[in-house]
């Protein structure tokens, strides 16, 4: 029940933005049968950051469902993804909520939250998926293509188009976001630049 509320909370927060691809993401959120039950099968720790990302002051309205599922949800740690620049595996965690085999099976979408530790240097990377991050909690400094690091607080909108390059630096708070990636949903296309 939590779980659909928490989808149902940003597909308003998505069409609130007025952006035309977060709001057919949330059109796609609102079409789903969402009242699966979080179970994970897996002993999982909730990474402890989630606690601090969950408790600041900036935490948006929008994720006050998690705090009633973060600890049931089956987290993935970078460490059993894929090979990460060093100074980065074991600094983020990551769940798939809607996706081709995830929480929720959907093939239209992918959809989940993301938490980057403080201090932490996401490389830019890149996939043909078009994404959105929607920041929860923290402000992190953002990247497009090779343009400045720019700050973006929690309820502000990030849309990287296909293909296009991208990096996240934490300072010293955590970042928990809400993500969803529509288009190519393959994860083979990630690559690091
Ligand atoms: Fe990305």
């Given at each position: 029940?939590?779980?659909?509320?928490?989808?149902?909370?940003?597909?308003?927060?998505?069409?609130?933005t007025?952006?035309p691809?977060?709001?057919?993401?949330?059109a796609m959120?609102?079409?789903?049968?969402?009242?699966?039950?979080?179970?994970?099968?897996?002993?999982?720790?909730?990474?402890?950051?989630?606690?601090?990302a969950?408790?600041?002051?900036?935490?948006?309205?929008a994720?006050?469902?998690?705090?009633?599922?973060?600890?049931?949800?089956?987290?993935?740690?970078?460490?059993?993804?894929?090979?990460?620049?060093?100074?980065?595996?074991?600094?983020y965690?990551?769940?798939?909520?809607?996706?081709?085999?995830?929480?929720?099976?959907?093939?239209?979408?992918?959809c989940?939250?993301?938490?980057?530790?403080?201090?932490?240097?996401?490389?830019?990377?890149?996939?043909?998926?078009?994404?959105?991050?929607?920041?929860?909690?923290?402000?992190?400094?953002?990247?497009?293509?090779?343009?400045?690091?720019?700050?973006?607080?929690?309820?502000?909108?990030?849309?990287?188009?296909?293909?296009?390059?991208?990096?996240?630096?934490?300072r010293?708070?955590?970042?928990?976001?809400?993500?969803?990636?529509?288009?190519?949903?393959?994860?083979?296309?990630?690559?690091?630049?």
């Amino acid at each position: 029940m939590e779980l659909k509320r928490f989808l149902g909370d940003m597909a308003v927060a998505f069409e609130a933005t007025g952006n035309p691809v977060a709001i057919n993401v949330a059109a796609m959120i609102q079409r789903l049968d969402s009242g699966a039950e979080v179970n994970s099968a897996q002993q999982v720790t909730t990474p402890s950051s989630m606690k601090q990302a969950l408790s600041a002051a900036d935490c948006h309205p929008a994720a006050d469902q998690l705090k009633f599922i973060a600890d049931s949800f089956p987290w993935i740690s970078a460490k059993g993804f894929r090979k990460a620049p060093e100074t980065f595996m074991g600094n983020y965690n990551f769940v798939l909520i809607v996706g081709p085999n995830d929480i929720v099976i959907n093939k239209e979408f992918r959809c989940g939250i993301f938490l980057q530790d403080a201090n932490t240097f996401y490389p830019s990377h890149m996939h043909e998926a078009e994404e959105l991050y929607f920041p929860l909690s923290g402000t992190a400094l953002w990247q497009k293509n090779t343009g400045e690091f720019e700050p973006i607080n929690s309820g502000q909108l990030i849309h990287h188009l296909p293909n296009q390059p991208h990096a996240t630096w934490t300072r010293d708070a955590p970042m928990l976001a809400f993500w969803a990636w529509v288009g190519n949903l393959s994860a083979d296309t990630y690559t690091y630049v």
